[in-house]
């Protein structure tokens, strides 16, 4: 339970109760009342940790795919190259990244005026409902949005792109049909994770205008906040 990728799992269990705690009670009392009353102050405090702890996954899974590409493509210097330090490194650098990008943008919105009706159509304060009911220009804030989208959700989606496809070929090289069963079965796990949780956030986050919210963009939103963090344990949890 010390070896890295096990620390990662706890960062990344540690920050799914976070994200559940932020999203289920809105989520819970709108389904319950039909309405939601939210004040400002309480809407740009969940916006603020909804976009930390969304940033911070982000980097989280690419540090992971990035720790398996490392434990299969050179296993002997895996006890160097994924030391405690280094560990402690990018789980670190996942956190205080997402709380970057999270201060930059919930700035940004929060500065914006609202002339009403301040009425969100979501089942949380998310960046797009928000900016289709601003009345003053929000080409800058869009622009920051679409920025900070291509920096952590594709930047971080090429690094595990390009991690599991150096695995890939690494694994198909190896002559044993059950080493290489061995190696895809190690990232099964994780893969069946980020195939999940990046299909439905790039679709939404990762385009440079506001979005319409629509029905499919709240299910797709279901996704990622509610069905992902709750598929996580049992994943992992048979893998292990």
Known sequence: LHEPMYNFLGNLSCLEMCYMS????????????????VPFTACMTQLFFFIFLICTECTLLASMAYDRYVAICHPLHYPLLMRPQVCLSLAMSSWLGGLLVSVVKTSCIASLFYCGPNVINHFYCDVSPLLNLSCTHV???ELVDFISA???LWGSLLVTIASYMAISRAVLCMPSATARCKGFSTCASH?????????????????????????????????YTVVTPMCNP???????
């Open 191 to 223: 893969l069946v994770v980020v195939g999940i949780f990046y299909s439905a956030t790039i679709f939404i986050y990762a385009r440079p205008s506001r979005i319409e919210a629509m029905d499919l963009n709240k299910v797709l939103s279901v996704i």
């Open 139 to 141: 080409a800058l804030t």
């Open 22 to 37: 932020v999203i289920m009670p809105s989520l819970l009392m709108g389904l319950w009342t039909g309405h939601c009353h």
């Open 150 to 152: 291509i920096f952590i």
């Open 234 to 240: 049992i994943i992992y949890s048979m893998k292990t």
